[in-house]
């Protein structure tokens, strides 16, 4: 549990969210269903080009503490993004929300909202929010505590009964502005290997009543974010603060099928090694001791004669690539050069230094390892940074940061390419994160709080419904969450 206190329960149960990538739902334990935004399945799908213009975007919302995230395929040539499916209301009304590691609320598009997208080319249909149309849903008014949570402090101008209003501007422009409600979500809950019940939760989450800049775009258009975000307010603390869950989630990304875990709750299986979290930033921020390429230490002085701060890390599942400041990259490029002499380096869409190789390029190329505290080290291996974009021709996935900090550093942010084939575990109660190379494929074990029985999460591949995506070969994710009931 949280720091709530401590609570008797006579029993407790495992919500299991089986996360797929399709329209046709196999199996029993199902509840989100999680699809790429950009397609899935082969080689050179999209654009490596967009790939890099999504992580721009992205960096700017980072930048500005907010950003969308849930990455699956750690191949930027499939995919860089995933959006789910959430139940809200009384009747239940489903809604496609991106899966965002970083940011902290949950919000939708509501009913008669200005500049919302009403059709998306990602073939699935919108819906809006209508509190009206729900018989459990309330407005959250100024004066109620989840509304201070939220900005951290009363609103001065607050009177009795005034909406609790929000308002959003990510880096790239875009924006969105409503209210807060809270109203009733729908979940399957697992009592024991492959049996599930339903279960409410009561969760406040945003009404956006107007959005402007990408968000209003029909491209890549959902239904809204929800955030898995460090704040009070995001879905997994409201559901800690509730006793329901420890604040505690997991991903592991299979760089190979595809798919692969997302889970929330205490993982046993496998154990990790942690490192602590940098206190006090928006983002989940590593100390970065140093960078191995093969066996070698980089050299990397911190600042000015060595004498500054120390170099930190994002861990970002939800960027496609990974991002270097300019002397890391630099000497990063030059190790993997010395390796292939004779290898003619091209680019392409003047952004990516790429090459032609026939043989195998994880005997050929290094794995560039990074040293953290607590020796975790993250290893990351050719056939990750390495991606494919046709036959034979390969690009490196390795980008200069550009990015700085507010102390000045250049920042590193380390993407699918660099967290794929590892369980990830992000640890909020004990402010840590820690990884473990693994078979994303197989499954992991969760642990039942009241029981203390271990459940088996097993992740799956299927193929993708030929309409309305268009046949692709994509991935699942399953996301499980230790759920406590409340019963004394």
Not at 88 to 112: A, E, F, M, R
Not at 150 to 170: H, I, L, R, S, W
Not at 262 to 283: C, D, R
């Amino acid at each position: 549990m949280g720091s709530g206190g401590r609570r008797s329960f006579g029993v407790s149960l495992i919500l299991l969210l089986l996360i797929e990538v399709v329209c046709v739902v196999k199996g029993n334990n199902v509840v989100f269903e999680v699809h790429h935004k950009y397609g899935g399945g082969a080689k050179g799908k999209a654009p490596i080009g967009v790939l890099k213009a999504h992580d721009s975007k992205r960096h700017g919302r980072v930048l500005a503490g907010v950003d969308f995230q849930l990455g699956g395929d750690g191949s930027p040539t499939n995919t860089a993004l995933y959006y789910t499916k959430i139940t809200i209301g009384t009747p239940p009304v489903d809604y496609h929300v991106q899966v965002d590691t970083g940011s902290d609320i949950l919000w939708v598009n509501c009913h008669k909202c200005e500049k919302c997208p009403t059709k998306s080319d990602l073939g699935i249909s919108l819906m809006q929010y209508n509190l009206k149309a729900t018989s459990t849903g309330q407005l959250v008014t100024c004066d109620q505590e989840f509304c201070g949570t939220v900005f951290n402090t009363p609103n001065p101008n607050c009177k009795v009964g005034m909406n609790c209003e929000y308002a959003v501007t990510y880096g790239d422009g875009s924006k969105t502005e409503g209210y807060f409600v809270r109203d009733t979500f729908r979940f399957d809950r697992v009592t024991g290997n492959r049996q599930t019940s339903p279960m409410d939760g009561s969760v406040a989450f945003g009404c956006s009543a107007k959005q402007s800049g990408e968000l209003g775009s029909s491209s890549q258009a959902v239904d809204g974010i929800v955030g898995f975000g460090q704040a009070n307010t995001s879905i997994l603390s409201q559901l800690s603060l509730a006793g329901k869950v420890k604040k505690i989630f997991s991903h592991c990304l299979d760089s190979k099928k595809g798919g692969g875990i997302f889970a929330m709750g205490e993982v046993v299986q496998p154990k990790v090694v942690t490192a602590p979290l940098v206190p006090n930033q928006a983002h989940y921020n590593l100390i970065l001791k140093g960078v191995q390429v093969s066996d070698k230490n980089l050299d990397l002085p911190t600042g000015l004669f060595g004498i500054g701060p120390p170099r930190r890390a994002i861990i970002d599942s939800g960027t496609t690539l990974a991002y270097l400041p300019a002397d890391m990259y630099e000497k990063v490029i030059s190790k993997i050069m010395e390796l292939q002499p004779k290898m003619q380096m091209h680019m392409v869409e003047d952004e990516f230094k790429c090459f032609w190789y026939t043989a195998n390029i994880d005997d050929a190329f290094p794995v560039i390892t990074f040293q953290f505290e607590n020796s975790l080290s993250l290893q990351v291996y050719p056939h990750n940074y390495l991606f494919e974009v046709r036959d034979t021709e390969y690009c490196i996935g390795w980008q200069v940061s550009g990015m700085q900090a507010k102390d000045g550093q250049e920042l590193t942010l380390l993407g699918d390419i660099a967290l794929s084939d590892k369980l990830v575990v992000y640890d909020l109660d004990n402010q840590t994160i820690g990884w473990a190379q693994y078979n994303c494929s197989s499954s992991i074990k969760v642990k039942d709080e009241g029981s203390d029985n271990a459940y088996d999460v097993v992740a799956h591949d299927i193929s993708l419904d030929p309409s309305p995506l268009k046949a692709n070969v994509v991935s699942v994710l399953m996301f499980v969450a230790a759920v406590l009931s409340l019963f004394v």
